[in-house]
């Protein structure tokens, strides 16, 4: 369980280009509500499920297990740097490979300034389960963003090099594949008493990207790359 959080002091968001900044007072305004929440014991809960819808009628849903789950304050500065990012990322092939860990630098950012800011107990963390479920217990009442992402590798084996090639190239980092990272977003206004139930599942995607597994293969790959010599079999 990821429990993290927040603020003061300006902060820098640098991802990959895009810059935002955000005011101490600004992270103190978007923050007060919610403490002021928790200390006067005004918690509601947010139960939620993630999953794959049923493809024909009268199916049952197919779970997503271990899907990462953030609830953070609402930051219209935060969503900002987000929507820029979407914004742009099928523009290229570049830009869809950038978008994940712009996405993750801006979110980092952000947690940082808020932990520094002392409001660490405002961001709250869960994993999905083997049912799909998680659940949030006690959520301070207010406006919350939901971030989530689901990880899927998709291992292969670099292309062998040949002669000239091979010792040209050996030592460099190479793609061993990628790995997609989808992304679910969701505005969450939480009352106090009140269950706030939410669904993430295949049809309500806010961002999918690609991250590259690319790394410098070890002494035992390096061997396993090379094209084989003339007494091994092929």
Same mark, same amino acid.
């Given at each position: 369980?990821?429990?993290?959080?927040?603020?003061?002091?300006?902060?820098?968001?640098?991802?990959?280009?895009? @810059?935002?900044?955000?005011?101490?007072?600004?992270?103190?305004?978007?923050?007060?509500?919610?403490?002021?929440?928790?200390?006067?014991?005004?918690?509601?809960?947010?139960?939620?499920?993630? #999953? $794959?819808?049923?493809?024909?009628?009268?199916?049952?849903?197919? %779970?997503?297990?271990?899907?990462? $789950?953030?609830?953070?304050?609402?930051?219209?500065?935060?969503?900002?740097?987000?929507?820029?990012?979407?914004?742009? #990322?099928?523009?290229?092939?570049?830009?869809?490979?950038?978008?994940? %860990?712009?996405?993750?630098?801006?979110?980092?950012?952000?947690?940082?300034?808020?932990?520094?800011?002392?409001?660490?107990?405002? !961001? !709250?963390?869960?994993?999905?389960?083997?049912?799909?479920?998680?659940?949030?217990?006690?959520?301070?009442?207010?406006?919350?963003?939901?971030?989530?992402?689901?990880?899927?590798?998709?291992?292969?084996?670099?292309?062998?090099?040949?002669?000239?090639?091979?010792?040209? #190239?050996?030592?460099?980092?190479?793609?061993?594949?990628?790995?997609?990272?989808?992304?679910?977003?969701?505005?969450?206004?939480?009352?106090?008493?009140? $269950?706030? @139930?939410?669904?993430?599942?295949?049809?309500?995607?806010?961002?999918?990207?690609?991250?590259?597994?690319?790394?410098? %293969?070890?002494?035992?790959?390096?061997?396993?790359? !090379?094209?084989? @010599?003339?007494?091994?079999?092929?």
């Amino acid at each position: 369980m990821i429990r993290r959080l927040l603020l003061a002091g300006t902060f820098v968001v640098a991802t990959l280009g895009l @810059t935002g900044t955000a005011s101490a007072a600004g992270l103190a305004d978007l923050m007060a509500p919610l403490q002021s929440a928790r200390e006067r014991g005004a918690f509601g809960s947010v139960d939620g499920r993630a #999953y $794959v819808e049923a493809q024909r009628g009268g199916g049952q849903p197919t %779970p997503y297990p271990d899907v990462s $789950v953030l609830l953070m304050p609402r930051s219209a500065q935060f969503d900002s740097e987000l929507d820029g990012i979407k914004a742009s #990322y099928r523009d290229s092939i570049d830009a869809l490979l950038e978008a994940e %860990p712009r996405v993750r630098t801006a979110r980092v950012a952000f947690e940082r300034a808020l932990i520094e800011a002392g409001g660490g107990q405002l !961001l !709250l963390g869960e994993s999905s389960n083997a049912t799909g479920e998680f659940r949030f217990p006690r959520v301070p009442e207010g406006e919350w963003t939901l971030l989530a992402w689901r990880e899927i590798p998709h291992a292969k084996s670099p292309t062998a090099l040949r002669g000239a090639d091979a010792r040209r #190239y050996k030592g460099r980092a190479q793609i061993f594949g990628y790995t997609t990272v989808i992304f679910w977003r969701l505005p969450v206004d939480v009352k106090a008493g009140e $269950v706030m @139930t939410v669904h993430i599942h295949d049809r309500n995607q806010w961002l999918t990207a690609a991250r590259e597994d690319r790394r410098i %293969p070890d002494e035992n790959q390096q061997k396993s790359l !090379l094209p084989p @010599t003339s007494d091994q079999p092929r």
